[in-house]
């Protein structure tokens, strides 16, 4: 082939440019092949590395404790069992905390994603003395951390009375900054034409934002909906602080309850771990285009 | 329908800019109205004002003999088109097009009636059931302005609609508006940066620079007869020629001179010049592209070497430099013209404008005109 590829254009006939041409794509085709092999065989790898905590403790759900704790290295059961899922529902009430855990974060994202997207299209759409100061403090809060207002906040939920009680483990989360910054950003990007020329139809600001706005912001509800959603769900030392009777703990607490002093056992805390994690990733696998989509609008000129 | 009044309209910013200053016009009923001029003239910002999308700074603004001032938009009973066509994604033609009439809560059979009759006037009918985004930008465009139409309001606003459309697409649009202007009779005021639309749409022209009107006009009227330098230098295209010159005298006659050549003046002109004191003075001579001609009276040429020739079918343009002034003329076809060639130019004196050194007003405005502003 190199005789053919040393000839001048002129000398070369019609089948050995036929040859030259099948070659030459021949070692494209090989070429790329390859390199989308070890792109593939890379990102296996690393997945792998990532989910071996989560497949393991899916696995050892599914061990009896006598499997578990031998010197014999058990990646996956010999005996696989439902029995650590049984006695995890018998031992604390987890279908219950399921269903708390499930009302708190569903009722904290729908409050989030009204009170968000109606902050942010003031911040965004409104005209009004001293927007950006405002914006800029309810920024600022984000730079507070939880930790540091719970015991303040329990104070003043107590001064209510309000302990034990599902609008104590809703009401204080039923916005955020985080939120409100996310919406806005959305909205940033949102051609303001398109509210001029309602507000020109004799739209007003509340039709404008549930007939238009957050038909077209879908994304972005999405993403938040997903980030709130799991946030929720695993939240931990409010719920722990603020809730003493079985009927209104959360899941995250309940799992805490499988570990007891008396009767430790590893494969059923797993077990309840493994079921609990399950709504959390359902939802992540279902938004997670949402998210992802949602978390980059208004980053690049679209 | 509906006429507009605008006294006295200002508006200011916070920090001290006037976008618009001392704005007083009427727009008469059933006049389709152009506002023109470069961009930062604030003619958006005056058209946003009438809308009720920014504030007016001070003035009066009324619409049918209402003050409209502090009325919010959806009040003033009128529509608007934007550039970017402000359509609703996710709704169909139809529904972007009942939209507004749906929040006015007008009778379904009636609103009904009015998008098929305004989807038969723009000939969408066939796309009443797509969305936006499966529209051409000249489709889509149609669906704006149908959107305004079904809203029969005493007004209609347009704000650089034609902007992002390609040149053919233009132009096609720009006769259609003009039928449907004729069609509904509605009082049009329309915002645009391009003086061709601004000319061949507009039954009047409000030239604006600086936030201030230049010039109010019928546009062969200002074609003709600008008030100033900078309204000539506007409206046309290619743009007026201007050759700065001092006026000297010889005997009975004018020479306007710049650099070794001149262009001589006499009769009734001469006398008019004379008798406002020009002897001696720096006048700014405004000649169109295609008031050159290559044969004319002596002492009306000027020499220009040309750069470039462009052959537009109808007719050629010429461009170069006569004693370092650009210099562009429209020439018949026929005309044997080439590149690099030095050629003489006979100008029309009879179409001279004559604009004053110093302010750039053209100085017989008045006399040429009904001297109006």
Redesign the interface.
Known sequence: MENIIAKSPEHISREELIALQKLENQKAKIKRRSETGILIGANVVMAILILLPLLYAISIAFMPSSELFTTAMNLIPQHPTLENFHQALVKVPLVRFVINSFVVAACITFGQIISCSLAAFSFSFLEFKGKNILFMIVMATMMIPGEATIISNYLTVSGWKWLDSYQVLIVPYLTSAMGIFLFRQFYMSFPISLYESAKIDGCSNIRFIFRILLPLTKSAIGAMAVYTFINAWNMYMWPLLVTGSNELRTVQIGIGMLDSVDSQSITLMIAGVVMIILPSISIFIVGQKQLIRGMFSGAVKG | MASVSLVNICKSYNNGFQAVKNFNLKVEEGEFLILVGPSGCGKSTTLRMI???DEISDGELWIKDRLVNFL???ERN???V???Y?L???MTVYQNMA??LK??GIDKDEIDKRVKHAAEILEISHLLDRRPNALSGGQKQRVAIGSVIV?QADLLLMDEPLSNLDAKLRSQMRVELAKLHQKLGATIIYVTHDQVEAMTLGTRIVVMKDGEIQQADKPAELYRNPVNQFVAGFIGSPTMNFIETIVYRVGNELQLKFGNQYIQVKGLLAKRLLNMDYEGRELTVGIRPEDFHLEGEEGTDIEMEIDVREMLGAEILIHGESEKTPISAKLPPESKVRAGERVKLYADIAELKLFDAETGVNIFYAQNGNGEA
């Open positions: 809308a009720g999308l919010k938009p959806q009128l529509s608007m934007f550039q970017n402000a609703y994604p996710h939209f507004g929040v006015h809203r």
